[in-house]
């Protein structure tokens, strides 16, 4: 069975000619990443996802993790994958300094990240679930609490959780029962249970530290009455050190569809007298700071889409190369030929590699928007880049992680019936991918944050901003690349009709506005994925004029041209399911269903 290898190439081409890698690295903070730090990260990340975590994607498939008396056990191999991870400081390559982190740019770490997930999917929460709690605590953590759990959560050695749900409250947190009763000195006794609580429990670290939502007893009802409590598997002793077992088991793990290396842990906190907490920030805003790791989670779990995209690609182009069935079309009485040389394999294939190209595009292009948002010196340009990532997360993270399991469903069909046994792989990244679309906010969540919040909120200021970009780039697309420019100019017209009825509307009908929010994030996804294309494709022309004889320059406008063909064409339809989609989702009876 094949392993993962990534695309370096085109994760560097991505890096620095798209999002602006230059640009980055010469904001405050982010020098040390030097062109060969950067390229000896990226070779070393490769290597170790290759040699270490893609060989045991498959056998955490297999064996997944186990459950016994509230004791869990990894897959085999994973705890020692674990230890190599933090020992060679991968943890910590995005993290402040401050608490022992290399301090390098989200860009970077993001490239990075695609590489961990694509390898492994499951292996790879575990730190993405460490990374959310540091973000957290980092900004609204007392000094006591950065100080006793930053540096061991930014080195690895322990782990971090966020517990949101409940058995009687999913997307509604206002539901949220779990309670937390004061006990002194800023200690609370925290009673409730927590379900789908990724890496709840595990073997790899010595201590877990638990982000819990629960109430205080003169709470409001509602989200503004939920406060965010610290909660350690193991409480700490007066040197900092793990003690005494704390109040909280893992009473069962989930039986999943996918990622069965992961354990998804059914917490209960405080059945034997109380588990011990400590407030984080101030009472009644858990919410809010749930939502500091909320969104640094869903762009993450977008990355996950598009390694899971990625992986299914790859396996099934060496598939397809070596399948030999049939003789090539329009050869009468021809030899038989890899699989690779029938047209409908081939759009198959292509179709997975232009979405991926474009989701990698739009997801580096907000991770350096990210980076500007945190550390340019300019106010204005902050606040430009703030905006711009913020109304890119929802599309990342839902058009992503849908276009993810479509993908990994064509996949299993350039396999054929081989797709359907479990032994080739195909299927089990399409189980693995199947959760993306769900976790950390439905596609439905993430589609409706993106009309309202990001664009109805304010008019469509932001988004009106980008689709001017958009425009600008649209010129670049002159005679050479006439089609693709074509394609692009009336994908962008059908996007800012669809935003203009969005702006209108939104407030006087929003029930038709958010029956149609899924499928403007889908043409917001496709349209923006468009656009860095079309970058990529003028950049891959001027480079081919100057006498450049690299094919991946002839590929890239390949791909380009196949998106534009097959994908941004799909953007009028889409803007006409915004516009006049609601009259039969909202007309049918309930009892008709």
Not at 30 to 55: H, K, N, Q, T, Y
Not at 66 to 75: A, E, F, L, Q
Not at 77 to 86: D, H, L, T
Not at 358 to 369: K, S
């Amino acid at each position: 069975m094949s392993e993962y290898n990534a695309p370096l190439t085109e994760m560097r081409f991505v890096m620095q000619e798209l999002a602006g890698l230059d640009q980055v690295v010469s904001l405050p903070g982010c020098e040390e990443a030097s062109p060969d730090v950067v390229d000896a990260i990226l070779e070393e990340a490769g290597r170790f996802s290759r040699e270490v975590l893609s060989p045991l994607n498959r056998v955490g498939d297999r064996e997944g993790a186990r459950w016994k008396d509230t004791v869990v056990t990894t897959s085999p191999g994973f705890k020692e994958a674990y230890r190599q991870f933090v020992d060679n400081g991968w943890n910590g390559l995005g993290c402040d300094p401050e608490f022992g982190g290399q301090g390098l740019p989200k860009l970077l770490s993001t490239a990075v990240s695609e590489m961990w997930k694509a390898a492994n999917h499951a292996f790879s929460l575990c730190p993405m679930l460490t990374q959310g709690a540091i973000e957290a605590l980092v900004i609204a953590g007392t000094d006591e609490q950065k100080a006793a759990y930053l540096p061991k959560l930014v080195s690895g050695e322990w782990t971090g959780t966020m517990n949101l749900t409940e058995p009687s409250a999913g997307s509604d947190l206002a539901a949220v029962r779990s309670r937390a009763d004061p006990v002194g000195d800023g200690t609370y006794k925290v009673f409730g249970q927590k379900i789908f609580i990724t890496y709840g429990e595990h073997d790899m670290t010595d201590n877990i530290v638990h982000l819990v939502l629960a109430r205080t007893p003169n709470a409001p009802e509602g989200v503004k009455g939920i406060s965010l409590f610290v909660v350690p598997k193991f409480i700490l002793k007066a040197d900092g050190t793990p003690g005494e077992r704390n109040d909280v088991y893992c009473v069962s793990i989930e039986h999943k569809l996918g990622i069965h290396g992961s354990p998804t842990a059914v917490l209960a906190f405080g059945d034997h007298g109380g588990a011990i907490g400590t407030l984080v920030g101030e009472e009644n805003r858990g919410l809010e700071y749930m939502f500091i790791m909320m969104n640094a989670a869903r762009f993450n779990v977008g990355l996950e889409g598009l390694g899971d995209a990625e992986r299914a690609y790859q396996r099934a182009v060496v598939y397809a190369r070596e399948r030999v069935q049939g003789a090539e079309v329009g050869v009468r009485g021809g030899p038989k030929v890899p699989i690779i040389k029938h047209p409908d394999v081939r759009r198959m294939l292509l179709s997975m590699r232009a979405r991926i190209e474009a989701m990698r595009a739009l997801a580096y292009v907000t991770a350096a928007a990210l980076d500007n948002a945190h550390a340019n010196q300019d106010a204005v340009a902050r606040e430009k880049a703030r905006a711009f990532a913020d109304l890119l997360i929802p599309v990342v993270k839902g058009w992503s992680t849908e276009s993810a399991i479509d993908i990994a469903s064509l996949g299993v069909q350039v396999h054929g019936g081989m797709g359907y046994i479990e032994e080739t792989g195909a299927a089990q990244h399409l189980r693995d991918a199947r959760i993306t679309a769900i976790y950390e906010g439905t596609t439905a969540i993430q589609a409706n944050d993106l009309i309202g919040r990001k664009i109805a909120r304010e008019k469509g200021a932001t988004i009106l901003a980008v689709i001017a970009d958009m425009r600008v780039a649209s010129t670049q697309l002159d005679a050479d690349l006439a089609a693709i420019g074509a394609r692009q100019s009336a994908a962008v017209d059908a996007l800012e009709t669809a935003v203009s009825w969005i702006v209108a509307n939104f407030s006087t009908d929003p029930k038709a506005a958010h029956a149609g929010a899924v499928p403007f994030l889908h043409l917001f996804g496709i349209v923006a994925g468009g656009w860095q294309m079309g970058r990529a494709a003028v950049i891959a022309r001027s480079k081919i004029a100057a006498g450049e004889t690299d094919p991946f320059w002839a590929a890239k406008l390949a791909t380009t041209r196949f998106f534009a063909d097959h994908f941004l064409t799909q953007a009028s339809g889409l803007a006409e399911s915004v516009v006049a989609g609601a009259a039969g989702a909202m007309e049918l009876a309930d009892d008709s269903f």
